[in-house]
């Protein structure tokens, strides 16, 4: 597996702005740098003759990334007390909250200069 930093530009720009695609589509476009199950995209459930989503199984953007957070520390039997949550924009708030709520550390990304 490649180390993070020689991801390119472009896919960096599109893992920043796409994490609420279709997690297959995100699992396609990181085959080979990012093992499937460390992917956390929205998940679909879709019509079995058309094709066409039926409905939302899970939103990973915004509220949802509490559920998928709580997914993770539940199955890696971990206590709130051991993460550390960093996000970059106002869909990370929510997720910063509940983190804090536990005493765990939330760190807001750096501003640009």
Do not use: C
Request: zero cysteines; proline letters at 8%; charged letters at 20%.
């Amino acid at each position: 597996m490649r180390a993070p930093w020689t991801i390119s530009r472009r896919l960096q720009n599109f893992i920043q702005r796409d994490l609420r695609a279709p997690q297959e589509i995100i699992q396609s476009a990181l085959e080979g740098i990012v093992p499937p199950d460390h992917i956390f995209g929205t998940r679909f459930r879709y019509n079995e003759v058309t094709g066409e989503v039926d409905s939302i199984i899970r939103a990973s953007a915004g509220w949802g990334k509490i559920t998928v957070l709580e997914e993770l520390r539940a199955s890696l039997g971990i206590s709130h007390d051991h993460i550390i949550y960093m996000g970059d924009g106002s869909s990370d708030l929510p997720v910063m909250m509940h983190v804090n709520h536990y005493d765990a550390l939330p760190s807001p990304s750096p501003k640009p200069s």
